[in-house]
């Protein structure tokens, strides 16, 4: 018992070592001496922090895909580097994509593209963009396409 507390207190005061000394008890199958309650709260904070990283990805990807569509003022000048960065950013995204947060992307894909046309609407002042996203998932995903 004495082990759960010390990891426990361990945690407050050295991330890196309780987390060390975590991986040795699963590891070695020494479940009793687990910290569980800051364990699971690691574990919850690193599935938000990774679903919000590919909405980030995500949201870049139809901000570009926007600009690069409608502006077409500043497209002479930019279209280049939109289509570099939808390029990176397709990359970046699908370089670790799981089914799961592919699902999670479609589950949220008219918030994230809330917040792309926010964006593109502030940045551009253009009124001919589409309320609702016009972009399957597979469109956006395909590294082959583009409007």
């Not at 082990?3 to 060390?20: G, M, P, R, V």
């Not at 980030?56 to 497209?75: A, P, V």
Request: glycine share 0%.
């Amino acid at each position: 018992m004495t082990a759960i507390i010390d990891l426990k207190i361990l945690y407050e005061s050295n991330y890196l070592q309780w987390l060390e000394e975590t991986i040795k008890c699963l590891k070695a199958g020494k479940l009793v001496e687990v910290d569980y309650e800051n364990l699971i709260e690691e574990l919850e904070d690193l599935a938000k922090n990774e679903k919000r990283r590919v909405r980030s990805l995500f949201e870049q990807i139809i901000r570009h895909l926007l600009l690069y569509q409608y502006w077409d003022l500043e497209k002479p000048r930019n279209d280049n580097h939109w289509v570099a960065e939808i390029i990176s950013f397709r990359n970046q995204l699908n370089e670790d994509l799981s089914a799961n947060l592919r699902n999670h992307l479609e589950e949220n894909l008219s918030i994230i593209y809330s917040n792309a046309l926010d964006y593109v609407k502030a940045k551009t002042k253009l009124n001919n963009l589409p309320e609702l996203c016009p972009y399957t998932l597979d469109k956006i995903f395909d590294k082959n396409w583009l409007p």
